[in-house]
């Protein structure tokens, strides 16, 4: 199953769903326990914390922190600065994901004041929402995961903050990191006050039509300069590769160009969108990006009814996407394309909320909110019992869901529809396999095959060496994943050298969550990938100083208070 996690042919819940058949026919998981991971208390309490953040996201929580950031920040190193260190304290206290969520439109619009790239501030935000998730049981699904497992195996899990120990050291020595490093690597320096902000970087794909005075007209296709992926005249598909072709006004082309070079293009009249997409006086503009729980996620734009019926044209995509053919129709989406919509503002507001896709900019109005303070003083009250012991994180979130369901912060229905269920599928049904690497004993097997390949039997040496199995994991299976199937074998380790468990249990968590060298491996890092326009090999440039760094500290700190 991890290989065929780690070749992305299927989609993840279908993979899970059947090694958990497969498990089933082979006597591995008894039926009967078969989704038991549903009423597990790792897979409740991710599903009560994604419920919560979605009510945060509604409120205008952060909109006067980011009418602040610009004042109290002045340069880049401080603006990023302060993005990752509210991005960290947010993810400390709810899923990654959301955090990240929640901070996007708060880089888009602070990017947009400080005339700042945002290429050199999305991806150290996307890091700092893993490093924060580091340090409290409910940062990540990893950590709720080892958690249950040491009190399936011990009686008592980790306290809420346990984790802190060795994630606040590693989370401030990533932190230091990102906000000098990827500096080095990403972008370029700031265009100055009052002046737009670069949007070279990010190319999108758009069809638009030849205008009757354009430049382009009566030239050969291979002389344009535009990366063309299909020309049609009067409705007919010309072969464009062929040599000598030429484009002629009135000309429909699937081109792939710089955003800013589309822009110049439509305002000087050279190229013009279809006549569907034409502006009028109540037309807006509006940039959102595709999140995982969004339904859009693998569909093609001709599809969209939910988009059609509004009256909402989609005049370019930011993908990444290799295969682009036909027509802009034909496009199939995918976890962080960024749309760029027109249509009634009003419309697109409710588009938005249905189809689950985060507005960057400008923000909807139908989603311009007060802030409101009862659900966010009920969220700290769930931290509150949870972090002191009061009740377990299921049940103190399980309260804060019910309260914020009463008030009527919260439409269930909703909300529940709204979550990104192939995760939630995908983690629900691991979690009867993770039992049964134990429950057969291939935990053991695993685990003294591990025993004779590291020197030494102490818990430093022991911790260390999982750390490095999640790390080289985890970029290619879901960190989730990665947990359920490493903590059974840790769990076997401490027993077989005669240690405790905790430390070992600290080291696959924390190695399951720090994929900063992929964008495959997170969603979080999926969704900026789309958002900048980065290259795979631009997260391998900055993420590894940010991992050595990271495996560096937490190596330290479990030396200092678990090992």
């Not at 005339?115 to 990893?142: E, K």
């Not at 291979?222 to 020309?231: E, N, Q, S």
């Not at 993908?319 to 962080?336: K, V, Y």
């Not at 359920?484 to 399951?512: N, Q, S, Y």
Request: proline content about 6%.
């Amino acid at each position: 199953m991890l290989i065929v996690f780690a070749l992305d042919r299927i989609r993840m819940e279908v993979v899970a769903l059947g090694g958990l058949g497969l498990g089933v026919a082979l006597g591995l998981v008894p039926p009967v326990q078969a989704f038991a991971g549903f009423s597990h208390p790792a897979f409740i309490t991710v599903v009560e914390i994604l419920l919560i953040v979605q009510v945060l996201g509604h409120s205008a929580i952060l909109d006067a922190v980011t009418r602040r950031i610009p004042v109290i920040a002045p340069t880049e190193i401080r603006v990023l600065t302060v993005l990752c260190l509210l991005t960290a304290t947010l993810s400390v206290f709810m899923n990654n994901i959301g955090a990240l969520a929640l901070m996007l439109p708060v880089v888009t619009s602070v990017c947009r004041v400080t005339a700042l790239d945002s290429r050199r501030i999305l991806m150290p935000v996307s890091f700092a929402a893993l490093l924060g998730g580091l340090c409290s049981v409910i940062g990540t699904p990893a950590n709720l995961i080892v958690s249950s497992q040491l009190a399936d195996a011990t009686g008592t899990g980790f306290t809420f903050f346990d984790f802190a120990w060795v994630g606040v050291p590693a989370a401030l020595a990533g932190l230091l990191v990102i906000v000098t490093w990827p500096r080095r690597i990403l972008g370029s320096k700031s265009t100055g006050a009052g002046r737009s902000p670069p949007q070279s970087f990010r190319t999108v794909v758009s069809e638009v039509q030849i205008g009757p005075r354009s430049p382009l007209a009566g030239t050969p296709a291979a002389d344009t300069g535009l990366t063309i992926h299909a020309m049609r005249r009067a409705g007919e598909n010309i072969l464009f590769q062929r040599r000598g072709t030429r484009i002629e006004a009135g000309d429909t082309l699937l081109i792939e160009i710089g955003l800013q070079e589309l822009e110049e293009g439509l305002a000087s009249g050279a190229m013009l969108l279809p006549k569907a997409l034409h502006s009028s006086a109540n037309t807006q503009r509006v940039e959102a990006v595709i999140m995982p729980e969004s339904v859009l996620v693998g569909s093609r734009i001709g599809a969209l009814e939910g988009l059609a019926s509004r009256g909402i044209g989609i005049i370019a995509v930011a993908t990444h996407t290799p295969r682009i053919e036909g027509s802009l129709a034909d496009l199939q989406l995918s976890i962080g394309d960024v749309l760029y919509l027109t249509g009634d503002p009003e419309a697109i507001g409710e588009a938005v909320e249905e189809a689950d896709i985060l507005p960057l900019w400008p923000k909807p109005q139908s989603e311009a909110a007060e802030s409101h303070w009862a659900p966010i003083l009920a969220f700290a009250g769930g931290v509150t019992f949870a972090a002191f012991g009061l009740a377990p994180p299921e049940l103190a979130f399980g309260l804060v869901v019910f309260f914020l369901a009463a008030t009527g912060s919260l439409n269930l229905r909703k909300g529940l529809a709204a979550l990104d269920w192939p995760i939630l599928i995908m983690l629900a049904t691991m979690i009867p396999l993770g039992l049964a690497v134990g429950s057969t004993g291939a935990a053991s097997v695993l685990a003294g095959g591990l025993m004779t390949i590291v020197p030494g039997q102490s818990a430093l040496v022991l911790s260390v060496a999982l750390l490095f199995v999640a790390v080289v994991i985890t970029p290619f299976v879901n960190n989730a994943s990665t947990a359920i199937i490493l903590g059974p074998i840790a769990l076997g380790a401490a027993t077989a050298a005669g240690i405790a468990p905790e430390p070992l249990l600290l080291a696959v968590a924390l190695g399951a969550s720090i994929d900063f060298l992929t964008p495959i491996g997170h969603h979080n890092n999926t969704i900026v990938m789309g958002l900048a326009g980065y290259r795979f090999v631009d997260f391998i440039k900055v993420g590894w100083p940010v991992t050595i760094a990271v495996i560096g500290a937490a190596t330290l700190a479990l030396r200092a208070w678990w090992a």
